[in-house]
């Protein structure tokens, strides 16, 4: 049946019911009208599918843990990522759900955000590309996903309150842009709205943002769901464009809904259209058949491959890969008891774990492993654990630690106080260190932490993220040399919080956090300020190296809607195969409005083996050039010289190429009253129609302030400066207003005239 006429048939009370869940995980099914029921579940790195949809957090059905979303963003690979998609559609296949709540695709504005562990990254282009190609794989099975938490939500600190005060060029440029490349590459079902305001605006009920921006702009077809919990007023809600309120049953909002389309106050058009999206995708979701198994053994393995693609190493003296030791002692107690996901809603019931010890053990050949805990569960120190740990390391040809930050300091629900790992892990390291000379530092955590206190003491770093279930094998395969680390940060890691961008506007107060440092955060933040980094955006080291040559480009001049490909030659020069991960930068020689310094605009990940050359190629598109212009409510691209620029990471810029882009953006006029000299000049009608009376403006004007006298030297006026450097940037009719004398018209009537033929063209 046309979905038109079975809306026809609904009652207005069935359709406000349709609205809002009938459950924690389920919409209002209406069986007169075979209108099934959809269960959703989390999310975003494995099924969360709870026996009970009237239970919000029970122990979920085993499902796979996949490694979370900063792991998944380290391998910067869209394909595997699209694979693991597709695998937890087929659990979700399995525990008959519909909708997978995820991805997450806010930014990491800081790295003190809780949630962290389930975004991707600190730049909105990765975000997007890992985003979209997640969607994708999910999809392709028939099951939806939700892009959450849809906008500005980068933190924990009154999550359910907080108003972002975000300005829109950085709302456009920053926090949007992965949702928006998610949403136009891949087309979620669902979209799943924030908890937090958006300059004063709950998410819920921000019609800028969900009709305007996502459905209207961007073309969203599929359904808006509230966060669980979001909603405040829920006939406002509809109103700006949110069809779906979770969780249900919320008789009394359903009730609100009924009675605000009988007074007139909600246009059941309005109301209407929302359900037309709910029943497009309950019935797409219904469409799926459910049920049958999933392959435990396969997406164990998976996972583990994309643990092992995620895994970065951070340091290497060499130690790395291991190699003929006899003595080995692994210390930590995530090496006996894997942390390998966050707590929260995301927090999944594994179908089987890979004990990281064990998983040495299989691998060390006849070498000896001794095991020390290291460290507690909870923030006591225990000296005791530490004298034991030492006196392992002391008998050792090398230490292992596994160091892993604790639920107390990483969490959903909470922001993180600090950087740092625990006292006691410090102390455990430097004083392995201090006996140990051979020492591998092994981190589980879900964002960046500091390690000034001991990263010269140790030979080897490897983050190995939030790294799902089988991540204790990914590490072992990495340690003995099996996998070449190919991983590279989708974060920077800055030496102290102190350093980072957001530190003076976090998390905010009088429910209000403002971001003050509006376009500049990640590595966009630590270029401007030229500050070093513990280690930057897109860093990773391998157990190879590779060099880049013939940098290329398709064109050196040309059109912005055309687009430039840039090509690059990457050869193995060592002595294993492995994979690099390439970045494109674009740097913007000169522009009209403020920009970062460099953006990544594009990459890609290519496998090679020894001695092995293989051409890479990028393509730009006219988004990689583009900036939003808050005055024009566009994407705008301007003529001039960009530099291209071929990395290996933010801070190692193997190859720049510059290319000169012809802009072929017609803009509207916005000159105003209020416009200054020099905007009237920068603008090509302004400069056609007031350009001829600039030199008789500034003739008057060094007559009235003195310029030409050869006292003052050349353009110096009696008041010791160039007074045209001063009336520039005033509003033209201000300048006017001192030479009125001169002038054949009042003031504001001329600028009025010029207006009028800069606008009218008349
Ligand atoms: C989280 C969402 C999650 C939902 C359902 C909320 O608290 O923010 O990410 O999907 O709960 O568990």
Redesign the pocket.
């Given at each position: 049946m046309e979905l038109s006429n079975l809306i026809n048939q609904m009652t207005l009370e069935e359709k406000a019911a349709l609205c809002t869940g009938a459950s924690a995980w389920t919409t209002t099914p209406v069986e007169r009208l075979d209108i099934p029921e959809l269960i959703m579940s989390?999310?975003p790195h494995g099924v969360r599918r709870v026996p009970d949809v009237n239970q919000?957090a029970i122990k979920s059905l085993p499902a796979t843990c996949f490694p979370t979303a900063s792991c998944l963003a380290s391998t910067w690979d869209v394909d595997l990522i699209g694979k693991m998609g597709q695998a937890l559609a087929e659990e979700a296949i399995a525990l008959n759900v519909g909708v997978v709540?995820g991805p997450g695709a806010n930014m990491k504005r800081s790295p003190l955000g809780g949630r962290n562990f389930e975004y991707f990254s600190e730049d909105p282009y990765l975000a997007g590309e890992m985003a979209a190609s997640f969607i994708n794989g999910v999809q392709s099975k028939g099951v939806g996903t939700s892009l959450?938490?849809y906008a500005a939500n980068n933190q924990e600190f009154q999550r359910f309150s907080i108003s972002a005060e975000v300005d829109e060029r950085a709302l456009r440029e920053i926090y949007l842009p992965a949702f928006e490349k998610a949403v136009k590459q891949a087309q979620p079902w669902t979209v799943?709205c924030s908890y937090n305001k958006v300059n004063g605006t709950f998410a819920s009920e921000h019609h800028t943002l969900l009709t305007e921006i996502l459905k209207n702009e961007w073309g969203f077809e599929g359904l808006i769901v509230s966060?669980?919990?979001a909603v405040r007023d829920r006939v406002a809600g509809l109103q700006a464009g949110l069809d779906l309120e979770m969780p249900g049953p919320q008789d009394r909002r359903v009730q609100a809904v009924v009675d605000a389309v009988r007074s007139g106050k909600l246009d059941e058009a309005v109301l209407d259209e929302s359900v037309r999206r709910i029943l497009q995708i309950v019935f797409k979701a219904h469409k799926t058949p459910k049920g049958g198994d999933f392959d435990v053994e396969a997406h164990h393995q998976l996972a583990g491959k994309i643990a092992a693609e995620g895994i970065v190493l951070l340091k290497n003296n060499g130690l790395l890969p291991l190699q003929g030791q006899k003595q080995i002692a692994v210390i930590g107690r995530s090496a006996e008891k894997a942390h390998f996901q966050g707590g929260g809603?995301s927090h999944i019931n594994p179908t089987k774990v890979a004990v990281p010890f064990k998983e040495l053990q299989a691998r060390a050949g006849d070498a000896e492993l001794t095991y020390a805990e290291g460290y507690p569960t909870d923030a006591s120190f225990r000296q005791d654990l530490i004298d034991q740990a030492v006196g392992l390391a002391q008998a050792a040809d090398v230490a292992l630690l596994y160091i892993a930050l604790p639920t107390f300091k990483e969490s959903?629900g909470y922001d993180r106080r600090d950087i740092d790992l625990t006292e006691q892990q410090i102390a455990l390291i430097k004083a392995v260190a201090a006996v140990q000379p051979h020492t591998v530092v092994v981190l589980n955590n879900g964002a960046p932490v500091a390690m000034n206190d001991w990263l010269d003491g140790v030979d080897a770093v490897l983050e190995g993220w939030m790294m799902g279930q089988a991540g204790g094998e990914a590490i072992a395969d990495v340690l003995f040399g099996r996998v070449n680390p190919c991983g590279k940060l989708p974060e920077t890691f800055p030496l102290k919080l102190a350093d980072t961008p957001s530190h003076l506007n976090w998390p905010g107060e009088m429910g209000q956090v403002r971001y003050g440092e509006g376009l500049f955060i990640g590595y966009r933040y630590y270029d401007a300020k030229e500050m070093p980094v513990l280690f930057p955006f897109g860093y990773g080291l391998s157990y190879t190296s590779f060099a880049y040559s013939n940098a290329a480009v398709s064109a050196t001049t040309f059109k912005d809607v055309d687009g430039v490909t840039v090509s690059v030659d990457v050869t193995n020069t060592g002595a294993v195969a492995g994979k690099e991960i390439v970045q494109i930068y674009v740097h913007d020689r000169q522009a009209g409005l403020v920009r970062p310094h460099k953006e990544l605009k594009g990459f890609a990940k290519v496998e090679l083996q020894p001695g092995e050359t293989k051409t890479v190629s990028i393509p730009l598109d006219f988004r990689a050039f583009a900036f939003y212009h808050p005055e024009y409510k566009q994407w705008i691209t301007e003529d001039g010289e960009f530099d291209i620029l071929i990395a290996a990471s933010a801070t190692d810029i193997r190859h720049t190429v510059t290319v000169t882009l012809q802009s072929t953006v017609t803009l509207p006029c916005i000159l105003d009253k209020e416009s200054t000299i020099r905007e009237w000049l920068a603008d090509p009608r302004g400069r056609a129609v007031f350009g001829p009376f600039y030199a008789k403006m500034e003739t008057e004007a060094r007559k009235m302030f003195g310029g030409g006298d050869e006292r003052y030297g050349n353009n110096e006026s009696a008041i010791g400066m160039d007074i045209m450097d001063m009336f520039n940037e005033m509003p033209l009719v201000s300048v006017l207003m001192f030479q009125q004398h001169a002038l054949p018209a009042h003031p504001e009537d001329l600028v009025a005239d010029f207006l009028s033929k800069v606008h009218n063209g008349d």
């Open positions: 989390d999310g919000m709540l959450k938490h799943m966060d669980w919990g809603s959903e």
